[in-house]
């Protein structure tokens, strides 16, 4: 986190977004200006997704992710990438606030399988996502719950969205607690403006900051949550943080996958792999 200054689906989505976008623990004032450490708990659907060592033990992290369901996280496809991964090197931690400290709030999980998206574009970014299956069913707790998939137009969130990660900073790569930053919704259009993207942001894309820059998502935040407030006062999961030209630069806002064109491609890989 920068701080510059079909029918059995409809039924399991049902299900899910009953008691999905909603904190046990409150988050600390968003409208603060800034990057800020979240409250520990308050985003209890930030997946932090590790990889193991090759050659010593322990393991980590290098992207973000977030817990849809019991079974289901989404993250970025480029934190997977085209190659064939190895399932066995990933590790999916909920319930954490250090970046790396153990403490008793968060469980580990291992990957049973990851569904990249077919379209998935590593030279364009376009169709950033992907669907990692946990090897065992997410016990909900205070700490550990899932965000909602979003069920409307990016225009329709009044209040302000918020990203989340262990991310690069600016005053330090260093801190190692979870961030949060608020930032609004930047349209297409003025997006894609010559002097900002150029045309690079396609449909599936958003982008979010401001056009002086000075908040963002960094490196190491790819593939976790940009979450809206809906009306019915449940986060949505709006965006993935997917890329950028740097971080927090004017006119070069960050970029997120616009999760609400893959409900259909999320409910088929979860009904079909479950
Ligand atoms: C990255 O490299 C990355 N400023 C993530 C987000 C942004 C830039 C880069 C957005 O993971």
């Known amino acids: 986190m920068f701080a510059k200054l079909a029918l059995l689906s409809c039924l399991i989505v ?21 990057g800020v450490e979240a409250r520990p708990g308050s985003w209890p659907w930030q997946v932090n997704f590790r990889q193991k060592y090759a050659l010593t033990s322990g393991s980590y992290q290098f992207c973000g992710g977030s817990l849809i369901n019991d079974k ?29 400290a153990i403490d008793s709030n968060q469980k580990s999980y291992g990957v049973s399988n990851v569904f990249l998206h077919e379209n ?36 329709s969130y009044k209040a302000e969205c918020v990203v989340t990660g262990w991310g690069d900073t600016e005053t330090s790569s260093e801190i190692k607690t979870l961030q949060q930053v608020s930032v609004p919704i930047i349209d297409t259009a003025t997006c894609n403006q010559l002097l900002w993207y150029g045309g690079d942001i396609t449909d599936n894309m958003f982008c979010a900051g401001f056009a002086d820059g000075g908040m963002d998502s960094c490196q190491g935040d790819s593939g976790g ?8 006062g449940a986060y949505d999961l709006a965006g993935v943080v997917s890329w950028g030209y740097g971080c927090a630069d004017a006119r070069k806002p960050g970029v997120y996958t616009k999760v609400a064109n893959y409900i259909s491609w999320i409910n088929d890989v979860i009904t079909n792999n479950n």
Do not use: M
């Not at 623990?25 to 409208?31: G, H, M, R, V, Y």
């Not at 989404?74 to 970046?99: D, F, S």
């Not at 949550?225 to 019915?232: A, N």
């Open 72 to 100: 289901w996280v989404v993250t970025a496809g480029h934190c997977i990438g085209t190659k064939k991964p190895k399932v066995e090197n990933y590790e999916v931690v909920l319930g954490a606030h250090e970046r790396d």
């Open 14 to 34: 049902a299900a899910a977004a009953a008691d999905c976008g909603k904190q046990a623990i409150s988050p600390s004032n968003l409208k603060i200006v800034g």
């Open 120 to 155: 998935y574009n590593d030279r364009t970014l376009d169709n950033d996502i992907a669907l990692l299956k946990l090897d065992s069913t997410v016990q909900f707790t205070k700490y550990i719950s899932p965000v909602c998939l979003p069920d409307k137009d990016l225009q």
């Open 225 to 232: 949550p940009f979450v809206c407030l809906d009306s019915d």
